[in-house]
């Protein structure tokens, strides 16, 4: 399927970004998982870190990342996020994992370890973390919150009925309790949460997926279009118009999220400092 008009993705700029990240040896989601608005980000300086390897044991039918047997963990990796970060000049950073269902905390050791060396460079920097679900394994999570990060995000993705098709080896009410159990324990971190509209979800699936999230204590909320990466990617089943995320923001908001990025292009990470600082200007991007 052909993009809409209303689904401009600028090329993309490096500026100097890439050039630091290689040579700092990290890798990012935004390569990784073939975002669209790589160009965006990388010409403005930034960049999400996608730690514990480029390899993911999961296989979701959404995501670009491959999946294949991964390699161990570097121990190096904490410290050359953290200097990459400081060489971009960062004061907010959102690190993000693959899925590691082979250790046995799922990578949250390294998610504390990573947030620490970030801090030991900028204690006052910001840092936003995005995990995947650690199989529900409460002191994992526990791990990563104790490290101290100002948001934690872990994303739906999707509406409960279409996991068997999306994320097949996920389980829905195991992601909301995630969230829920983050905002319980350690009520100051924001939590945030996503989803993608163009994969065959109805109005109500969705409005009930934003209804479990704010249930949950769920603070932040993003929305935007799946876009397929590669051809043996899931297919889009609906290319969702502009006017219709604008009303999923609008109702968020009556819901009493406090920042709902939602626009085509919207992505988790994306203009996360804007959200986390609700800044009034900054949410005329999102939409």
């Known amino acids: 399927m052909r993009h809409p008009e209303w689904i401009k993705v600028r090329a993309t700029g490096t500026h100097g970004t890439k050039k630091i990240l290689r040579h700092h040896g990290v890798s990012t989601v935004c390569e990784e998982a073939r975002c669209p608005n790589q160009g965006k980000c990388f010409s403005e300086n930034t960049a999400t870190f996608m730690i514990l390897g480029d390899r993911c044991t999961r296989n979701c039918a959404f995501c670009a990342v491959a999946s294949s047997k991964p ?166 089943v609906e290319y969702v118009r502009p006017e219709v995320f604008e009303q999923y923001r609008i109702k968020g908001l009556e819901m009493g999220f406090s920042a709902v990025a939602s626009s085509p292009l919207t992505r988790s990470s994306m203009d996360a400092h804007k959200m986390y600082y609700n800044n009034p200007q900054g949410q005329a991007t999102f939409s």
């Open 71 to 236: 390699l161990p963990v570097d121990p190096h990796e904490p410290e050359k996020v953290a200097e990459a970060a400081l060489a971009l000049g960062l004061e907010f950073v959102v690190i993000t994992s693959v899925t590691r269902d082979d250790l046995a905390d799922g990578g949250a050791g390294q998610f504390a370890k990573t947030i620490h060396a970030v801090r030991k460079n900028n204690p006052s920097i910001r840092i936003e973390v995005l995990t995947p679900d650690f199989t529900g394994n409460v002191e994992a999570l526990k791990t990563v919150l104790e490290a101290g990060p100002d948001v934690f995000n872990h994303n739906i993705e999707t509406v409960p009925r279409l996991y068997p098709a999306v994320r097949p080896v996920a389980v829905y009410m195991t992601s909301v309790n995630m969230l829920k159990t983050a905002k319980k324990t350690y009520p100051d971190i924001k939590t945030k949460s996503g989803i993608m509209l163009g994969l065959g979800e109805s109005e109500y699936e969705v409005m009930s997926v934003m209804s479990d999230l704010r249930d949950a204590g769920c603070d932040f909320l993003t929305i935007g279009q799946y876009l397929q990466p590669r051809r043996n990617n899931i297919p889009v």
